[in-house]
């Protein structure tokens, strides 16, 4: 049990790592807890949650996505919310309204696919637009 604690650390870290320091620091004295299911445990609806008051981030095995995604998408509504200026959510909204295609979700959740895309090892193909990579790379550090 200790050793896939002292694993899940090191994933933690090594994800961290490729971050901007800005965007790591975000999440900086956050506990990590990993739950087995497709979704988080007693929720059906979701594969994380990040809880500021509490300083605690909840990430599923989600069928879909691998657990790294996951946790940057987590991480991603944090850049949204701390980094992300407005003017730049602006511009985001504008290229979501030109790339979006069927994909079914707000332009806060598709930005945190497009950010969990960029730092990602397994990027998912469905949020693989040049148009987001760009804008993520021109993200405030």
């Not at 090191?10 to 979704?39: C, M, R």
């Not at 809880?51 to 996951?70: L, Q, S, V, W």
């Not at 998912?124 to 990579?133: F, L």
Request: some cysteine; hydrophobic content about 35%; overall charge negative.
């Amino acid at each position: 049990m200790e050793d896939e604690m002292d694993s899940e650390k090191a994933d933690i870290a090594n994800t961290l790592e490729k971050l901007p320091d800005s965007h790591a620091a975000l999440v900086q004295g956050y506990n990590w807890k990993f739950h087995g299911g497709n979704t988080l445990n007693g929720d059906e609806e979701h594969v994380g949650y990040m809880d500021d008051h509490e300083k605690e981030i909840a990430i599923a095995a989600p069928y879909n996505y691998g657990r790294e995604f996951t946790v940057l998408h987590e991480i991603a509504h944090r850049v949204w919310e701390a980094i992300v200026p407005p003017e730049y959510k602006k511009m985001w909204f504008q290229i979501v309204a030109n790339t979006q295609e069927k994909q079914d979700q707000n332009p806060e959740e598709l930005f945190c696919m497009a950010y969990a895309n960029r730092y990602a090892k397994n990027k998912i193909v469905i949020h693989d637009h040049p148009q987001w990579h760009e804008f993520i790379e021109r993200l405030p550090q």
